[in-house]
Nanobody, 117 residues
Framework: QVQLVESGGGLVQAGGSLRLSCAAS????????MGWYSQAPGKQRDFIAS???????SYATSVKGRFTISRDNAKSTVYLQMNSLNPEDTAVYYC???????????WGQGNQVTVSS
């Protein structure tokens, strides 16, 4: 099992920035993917960004150029720097940890991000 602890959400005005963090612990593996999904009220959970243990990143089109994902492998922690936030970014953001490139996913508890207009 993998445990994930998220932090860094909150309320911000449109145009502002937030940084999310997610620390993994437990049965970790060297080849893994960490990343984020978001879920707005009444909507499905959508992919936001991911980063492999080797540093390869992927982003949803809606956040490219505004969000940056990074990780500290020594701390087993992934970060999501969110800039130029707009009200449409309001959602609960879930961190995940994946075994290998397509294995089992483990999820964090979710972190509310609210962007006011």
């Amino acid at each position: 099992q993998v445990q994930l602890v998220e932090s860094g959400g909150g309320l911000v005005q449109a145009g502002g920035s937030l940084r999310l963090s997610c620390a993994a612990s437990g049965r970790l593996v060297s080849l893994n993917v960490m990343g984020w999904y978001s879920q707005a009220p009444g909507k499905q959970r959508d992919f936001i960004a991911s980063i492999t243990s080797g540093g390869i990143t992927s982003y949803a089109t809606s956040v490219k150029g505004r969000f940056t994902i990074s990780r500290d492998n020594a701390k087993s922690t992934v970060y999501l720097q969110m800039n130029s936030l707009n009200p449409e970014d309001t959602a609960v953001y879930y961190c995940y940890y994946r075994y290998g490139l397509s294995g089992m996913n483990f999820w964090g508890q979710g972190n509310q991000v609210t962007v006011s207009s």
